[in-house]
């Protein structure tokens, strides 16, 4: 598939999501770029090299601060108490990782992001079968 027909795939993907499908959208960019973080720390692709590593973990950082952002405490302040210092945790460990060059503090990391992203699909499941949209983000 060329680059420009993907481009248009995720846009109309990205455009067409429920809110609750744009933060499962967000988990899944942000292990996939963990997982290369690890590659990349592990292993570059040139050796001696990390700006590879640089530049995944600032694509997770991104979306860790996305998530953030999109939390409404208004709405649910423990749940998003919790997510946030979750999400600072998260940063930490990514940082630490690259700072060290220890891929094992992303490793750590990802069974719980994986987890998160499985507990937010399953209640977007369940708030679609109930139509009530009333999850602790801001669409």
């Given at each position: 598939m060329d680059q420009r027909l993907r481009d248009?795939?995720?846009?109309?993907?990205?455009?067409?999501?429920?809110?609750?499908?744009?933060?499962?959208?967000?988990?899944?960019?942000?292990?996939?770029?963990?997982?290369?973080?690890?590659?990349?720390?592990?292993?570059p692709a040139t050796p001696g090299d990390s700006r590879q590593a640089a530049r995944q973990v600032s694509w997770c950082i991104n979306v860790?601060?996305?998530?953030?952002?999109?939390l409404r405490h208004g709405v649910e302040p423990?749940?998003?108490?919790?997510?946030?210092?979750?999400?600072?945790?998260?940063?930490?460990?990514?940082?630490?990782?690259?700072?060290?060059?220890?891929a094992d503090k992303i490793r750590e990391i990802v069974p719980l992001i994986q987890k998160l992203r499985n507990t937010w699909f399953e209640a977007d499941r369940m708030a679609g079968k109930a139509q009530s949209g009333s999850i602790a983000i801001a669409a």
């Open positions: 248009y795939y995720i846009d109309s993907q990205v455009n067409n999501a429920t809110p609750g499908q744009l933060l499962i959208m967000l988990y899944d960019c942000l292990l996939e770029h963990a997982e290369l973080a690890v590659q990349e720390i592990h292993s860790l601060t996305e998530l953030n952002t999109c423990k749940l998003c108490s919790v997510l946030s210092d979750l999400y600072r945790f998260f940063t930490r460990q990514l940082s630490d990782a690259l700072e060290t060059q220890q």
